[in-house]
């Protein structure tokens, strides 16, 4: 008896389903493509519980006949190509003839659609079977609906993750079709709420505004280059809106989202020089080239393509950005004018400065001979430190003898010449403090002078409404301000407005990469709490901000390391500091 024989139709339709569908992204993403190649203008699309329960997207395309309608659900059934010639210039979304068979195989379908010339027909299938076929009376257009996706293929279901994920797959699929097409207005609705409109007014600013909002449309900037028939356009961030991740990243290869490493590269290497280490630029960056320059048939999801010159397509990349990030910043240049007569003696008192949790003046940096660096030293100061003693206090002797760099504070302590990290060491007295009143449920918080609002995208915003309570119990306080922003009127520590906004953005890319069980969480995002607030390296630091840091970390007693793992101080004794000097033998 043979061991080889052919699938049934229904396994291997199954099969091929899980090639193209993969979750409820999936279905949205080539029904979305479908509309747009039909000549939709207007697409709305909706739906419940992360997609896996409904799906439903209307168009105002072309719409199909009765008999198109039908043949659609056939596997490999398409009107792109016909030829294999045409594999070699698609210039549609979708071409496979893949996806409604394989969206109908793996859920239940409700089809309305109306063509040109035609009467609306409705169309029912179960599991890519046609249950139900009836005229209709419609818009030109197509409506279709899917439900229960998996339900006759529940191991694909395990798969899945919770509601709230599955729709941030989604969002995202849908932002990137708002992002490649600005000529199609969209409308995206989710458990019975709006949360995203595109006019579709075709411009791209307009779809950074809808998605990202008005600060990451206000720190863009146009890039345009045309060469070897490669045509590249978009919009590059500036550096104020980089980000720790590359989700804000997106190329276009004619109107299709791509994705491919070289050109990441490429666009990320024309910012060599302008950005932090660990932060990544925003950029929507659209390529037209020759259809036959570029093969998109080299994966089911159609996201990964191949050039027959990628180094080419690669350098046109590179120039268009490092180009437009030059006029920009000759722009700013060009905008600066010096003060007529500038001063060179600096005012008395600078502007006052909040750290340590007290705000007073910084005098300016004052530029001494070494008997004036010694007069500055202060006399010793005694200071009790928790530590295993039976009565719980160890007095200590200090003597603050200055700053150097801008960035170590030297103090003579114990016999010893001890030199602090000031940056090193706020984290780990901020970290101490804030990781204690979580522990204890007894949140800090710092009532901001003014409210800062900070815009977030969609998906951000919604992650924020839902882990509202984690971060009230972490100090913060805020409020719905409109259009994706929130009103921040608290925090856990003292920190200036731009540091509000960098705080809450890493915060919410740190909570959404992690999850609840996940171990050292809590510790991790108090870490970046305690970074962001914490007095950087190059700050000159008053007095009685030094001291109050120095008596900090005395009182801690036992704490060598920032939250990280850096030192945070290290000594020398008299005995190697006189062994140097030979006064030892």
Partial sequence: MSKIHVLNPDISNKIAAGEVVERPASVIKELMENAVDAGADLITVEIKNGGISYIRLTDNGNGMSEE???????????????????????????????????????????????????????????????????????????????????????ARMKFLKSDKTETGYITDIVQRLILSNPNVSVKYIVDGKERLFFSGDGKLTSCVYSIYGREYAKACVEIQRY??????????????????????????????YIKNHALTYAAEAA????????????????????????????????????????????????????????????????????????????????EPVKQLGMSMPIPPPVKTTLDTANMMAEPYEPIAREDDHADGQEEISYRIVGQLFDTYIIIELDE?????????????????????????????????????????????????????????????????????????RQTPVNIGEDGVKALILELIQKMQASTAAMPGKEEEIIETISCKAAVKGKSSLHSLEIKALIEDVIRTGGVNTCPHGRPLMISITKYELEKMFKRIV
């Fill in 416 to 488: 010893k010449i001890v030199l602090i990290d000031q940056h090193a060491a706020h984290e780990r007295m901020i970290y101490e403090k804030l990781l204690k009143a979580k522990r204890e449920k007894k949140p800090i918080g710092q009532i901001l002078l003014s409210p800062v609002a900070v815009t977030l995208s969609p998906d951000e915003f919604e992650f924020v409404a839902e882990n509202a309570e984690e971060f009230f119990r972490l100090g913060f306080d805020f409020e719905e301000f409109g259009n994706n922003a929130i009103l921040v």
């Fill in 68 to 154: 198109d309608a039908k043949m659609a659900f056939l596997r490999h059934a398409t009107s792109k190509i016909a030829t294999s010639d045409d594999l070699e210039r698609i210039s549609t979304l979708g071409f496979r003839g893949e996806a409604l068979a394989s969206i109908a195989a793996v859920s239940k379908v409700e089809l309305m659609t109306k063509s040109d010339g035609c009467e609306g027909v409705y169309l029912e299938l179960d599991g890519g079977e046609i249950i139900s076929s009836q005229p209709a009376g419609c818009p030109k257009g197509t409506t279709i609906v899917v439900k229960d996706l998996f339900y006759n293929t529940p």
């Fill in 227 to 256: 060469e070897n028939n490669i045509n590249i356009s978009g919009l590059i961030g500036k550096a104020e809106i980089s980000r720790g991740n590359r989700r804000f990243q997106s190329f276009f290869i004619n109107g299709r």
């Fill in 271 to 350: 910012y060599s020089n302008t950005l932090m280490t660990g932060r990544f630029p925003f950029f929507v960056i659209h390529i037209n080239l020759p259809y036959e320059l570029v093969d998109i048939n080299v994966h089911p999801t159609k996201q990964e393509v191949k050039f027959s010159n990628e180094r080419m397509v690669c350098d046109q990349v590179y120039w268009a950005v490092k180009t437009a990030l030059a006029s920009a910043a000759d722009e700013v240049r060009k905008s600066f004018t010096p003060p007529a007569k500038p001063s060179l003696i600096a005012p008395a008192l600078s």
